[in-house]
């Protein structure tokens, strides 16, 4: 009986053995999932930066156009005035 007992033991100890190693594939399975989820996460993200950092430099070009044309409708405005003083004071 002893080599029946000894077969036994063999059994069960290759289960224990063979379920430790599908609960170790099984963790590693859902940690690569996780790595490739937060792959692609990422992924989204830089392309976001770059989409949000070519917003930016649209905004601030046309924000330095704005600006101009601030300007020079400023400067029309000051030479408008300064002709009317000129009409009015003769």
Do not use: P
Request: cysteine-free; charged content about 40%.
């Amino acid at each position: 009986m002893t080599g029946e007992a000894t077969l036994k033991e063999v059994i069960s100890r290759l289960s224990r053995a063979m379920e430790v190693l599908e609960d170790a594939v099984a963790a590693r399975l859902e940690r690569e999932q996780d790595y490739g989820e937060a792959e692609a996460e990422v992924q989204r993200m830089n392309a976001d930066r770059a989409r949000l950092a070519n917003e930016l430099d649209n905004s601030e070009a046309r924000a330095d156009r704005l600006e101009e044309a601030n300007k020079e409708v400023s400067r029309r405005l000051v030479t408008a005035m300064e002709t009317i003083r000129a009409v009015l004071d003769r």
